[in-house]
C-alpha cells in the first residue's frame, strides 16, 4: 500500500511508525515543509486514553515515554530537568491528592479544577529509578 503522510510532526512520524510495523511492505512517504536541517521542541503532554493506546498498540514507545520525562521551571519555562531511568511503579493511589497539592501550588487553587479533566481521565504517578538527570538553563 503507498501512503503518504502530510507533515512530519509528531502525529505524523508516529503513524508512520507503527504503519510500517504493522506493515513492512507498505510504501510510506512523509511530506514535510520545513527544512531537513529545521528543528522544533515538541512539548506534548500525553492523556490517560492516548497513553492506554500506546500501551496496547506499541509497548516500547509506551515504556520508552514513560521511562522519560522532562520539567520544565514554572517561574522559567526555558529552565528544566529531565529524568531517565526505568520505571519502578505506576500507581493511581494519591495522584488525585498529588495534583491538587501540585494545583495549590502553580495555580494558587485549592484544588485541580474539574472543568480540566476529560470525562473518564485516570490520574497516575510515575516513578522513575533515574539513571540520568540533566538540568538546562540557557541563561544561567
Known sequence: MRINVLGGGPAGLYFSLLMMRRDPSHRITVFERDAADDTFGWGIVFSDRTLAFLREQDEPTFTAI?????????????RYVAVRGTVVDITEHGADAHLDRLARRYLGRDGYPDSYRFPGEVRRIYRIAPEKVTTWDPFG
Open 66 to 78: 514513560a521511562q522519560a520525562s522532562q520539567i520544565a521551571d514554572p517561574d522559567d519555562p526555558n
